[in-house]
Nanobody, 122 residues
């Protein structure tokens, strides 16, 4: 069984930064693709970023490219989402997902955390 737990959310002013962390426990490591999704009130969940098991490949939603950076430390079984130049429209619950499917698409049906709230004030 794999368990993922997000942390690092909070309230920040527009233009500010936050770093989210996602700690994975269980049989994880380099074989697991990890990713971030978010869901704002009244909106559908959307993809934010993903990173391959080795950390060599990343993917980002167009809305966050150039502002967010996804990285991982496999020694700590932790994935990070560095969020810079935050905008009010980034306000959402951010979820971490892990998958051993070998593809970013597999994250949707992987293991999910309970989320962490990010609120960006204008």
């Amino acid at each position: 069984q794999v368990r993922v737990v997000e942390s690092g959310g909070g309230l920040v002013q527009a233009g500010g930064s936050l770093r989210l962390s996602c700690a994975a426990s269980g049989r994880t490591g380099r074989s697991y693709t990890m990713g971030w999704f978010r869901q704002a009130p009244g909106k559908e969940r959307e993809f934010v970023a993903a990173i391959s098991g080795s950390g060599s490949t990343t993917s980002y939603a167009d809305s966050v490219k150039g502002r967010f950076t996804c990285s991982r430390d496999n020694a700590k079984n932790t994935v990070y989402l560095q969020m810079n130049a935050l905008k009010p429209e980034d306000t959402a619950v951010y979820y971490c997902a892990a998958s051993n499917s070998g593809s970013f698409n597999g994250l949707e049906t992987g293991y999910w955390g309970r989320g962490t709230q990010v609120t960006v004030s204008s």
